[in-house]
């Protein structure tokens, strides 16, 4: 099955500078890889996501980044403030079972002031 | 517009015991999702109701199981609790297809003493 690695697991930054998470995948049949931002005692919250026909996609301050050759994909944070501090986990599922995704194991990221 | 709804949200049980856990999806929201998070582990698949059929099931035990209802909401039973079941479960929903991603609900969190 599909195995999902997520690193760092902590990542502090300063306020203003950039957070780069990168996951890799097992399974080259994925197609769909979201982002998920938890705050302590909250929901997952969906914030980007790309698949696979996509290289690149942006939201403001969030990119992702995907690379199907080498099976990772990134999360870039520009100007990172206070309240992007959280943990972030990056997802993997393909088109006959998207809805099962294969989780990373989660950054914790500390924006300090 | 509602989220995905989550109860109860708290739920404290002894071993042997069983729980069951609700969920409703957002409006026009016909795929459930139900996954479990372990404390300070990432999000493990549990369950998928895609349009009200059962649609794929993770690896756990037969003793957690699961209903759906016509109105798309969905229950997750657990039976002869053990005390690794201690975990947020958290249900999400999406469109069919999984179109837009996977929205999450609050969660239910789950103490087995």
């Known amino acids: 099955g599909e195995n999902v690695e997520q690193h760092p697991s902590t990542l502090s930054v300063q306020e203003g500078d950039s957070a780069v998470i990168k996951c890799t995948y097992s399974d080259s049949a994925s197609n769909y890889f979201p982002w998920y931002k938890q705050e302590l005692g909250k929901r997952p919250q969906l914030i980007i996501d790309?698949?696979?026909?996509?290289g690149e996609k942006k939201d403001q301050r969030i990119a992702v980044t995907l690379n199907k050759t080498a099976k990772h994909f990134s999360l870039h944070i520009t100007e990172t403030q206070p309240e992007d501090s959280a943990v972030y986990f990056c997802?993997?599922?393909?088109?006959?079972?998207?809805?099962?995704?294969?989780f990373g194991a989660g950054t914790q990221v500390v924006v300090t002031p | 517009e509602a989220g995905v709804t989550q109860s109860p949200t708290h739920l404290i049980k002894t071993r042997g015991q069983q729980a069951t856990l609700r969920c409703s999806p957002i409006?026009?929201?016909?795929?459930v999702y139900w996954y479990q998070q372990a404390l300070g582990l990432g999000l493990q698949f549990l369950l998928w109701y895609d349009e009200g059929e059962e649609r794929n099931r993770g690896n756990f035990p037969p003793r957690c199981s699961g209903r759906r209802f016509p109105n798309y909401s969905s229950e997750l039973n657990v039976n002869a609790l053990e005390l690794e079941d201690s975990a947020l479960y958290l249900c999400a929903s999406s469109q069919p297809g999984g179109t837009g991603g996977l929205f999450f609900g609050e969660g239910s969190r789950l103490t087995v003493l």
């Open positions: 790309i698949r696979s026909n996509v």
């Open positions: 997802a993997a599922s393909k088109t006959d079972s998207w809805g099962k995704l294969q």
């Open positions: 409006s026009g929201h016909t795929s």
